[in-house]
């Protein structure tokens, strides 16, 4: 499954808080439907994603080939990235 991140901060933002962040990522074939056909395993992913490194899923919504989700992050915490990696994992 390969993701495309779309309208990302840059390398440098994720050193500052920033609270809370919206992520719009889809696959790269747009006609799939792999991310509602494997929900079970996002579900899991996500689960394992945030007792490894927790943060807050205040919205999410899953389309047939993209995800666009709302995240407050811990205080202090700004690593959205390591999440995102661990979650795409």
């Known amino acids: 499954m390969l993701l495309q991140c779309v309208g990302m901060l840059d390398q440098t933002q994720h050193?500052?808080?920033?609270?809370?962040l919206f992520l719009a990522v889809r696959l790269q074939n747009r006609?799939?439907?792999?991310?509602v056909k494997k929900i079970e395993r996002l579900r899991h992913a996500t689960r394992k994603t945030l007792?490894?490194?927790p943060f807050q899923?205040?919205?999410i919504l899953?389309?047939?080939?993209?995800i666009h989700t709302i995240w407050t992050l811990p205080e202090g915490?700004?690593?959205?990235s390591k999440r995102w990696c661990?979650?795409?994992s």
């Open 15 to 20: 050193l500052r808080p920033i609270g809370k």
């Open 51 to 53: 007792n490894a490194i």
């Open 57 to 59: 899923t205040d919205e």
């Open 77 to 80: 915490d700004a690593n959205f």
């Open 31 to 35: 006609h799939s439907n792999l991310l």
């Open 86 to 88: 661990l979650l795409k």
């Open 62 to 66: 899953v389309m047939f080939a993209a």
